[in-house]
């Protein structure tokens, strides 16, 4: 059974830097799109970046773009969220996710089947 599990959050100032992992075990993901999502506070969770391994593409939530970079460890089963001028809006718990089948959608919640248990980014102004 695949099991992801995220580490890196905690908390840093405005214009401060981190860097998330999300170590996939059980199962190469060599082939599979891994996301980042985000939840903050009373909001809805919502996509931040994605990574498909085949192809080596990118996506970005537009409110990351520029700051933000995904990347991935193929032989270490391991995805990355880089995390440059953070902003307290940036607040939230962050949650990778992977999908090994096809993905339709890179930004939607439903179109992956495994989460981790989130790690929580506090931003001080």
């Known amino acids: 059974q695949v099991q992801l599990v995220e580490s890196g959050g905690g908390l840093v100032q405005a214009g401060g830097s981190l860097r998330l992992s999300c170590t996939a075990s059980?199962?190469?993901?060599?082939?599979?799109?891994m996301a980042w999502f985000r939840q903050a506070p009373g909001k809805e969770r919502e996509f931040v970046a994605a990574s498909i391994g085949t192809y080596v593409l990118r996506y970005y939530a537009d409110s990351v773009k520029g700051r933000f970079t995904i990347s991935r460890d193929n032989p270490k089963n391991t995805v990355y969220l880089q995390m440059n001028s953070l902003e307290p809006e940036d607040t939230a718990v962050y949650y990778c996710?992977?999908?090994?089948?096809?993905?339709?959608?890179?930004?939607?919640?439903?179109?992956?089947?495994?989460w981790g248990q989130g790690t929580q980014v506090t931003v001080s102004s």
């Open positions: 059980g199962r190469s993901f060599s082939n599979a799109c």
């Open positions: 996710a992977g999908q090994y089948g096809s993905v339709r959608d890179v930004k939607l919640m439903g179109s992956y089947d495994k």
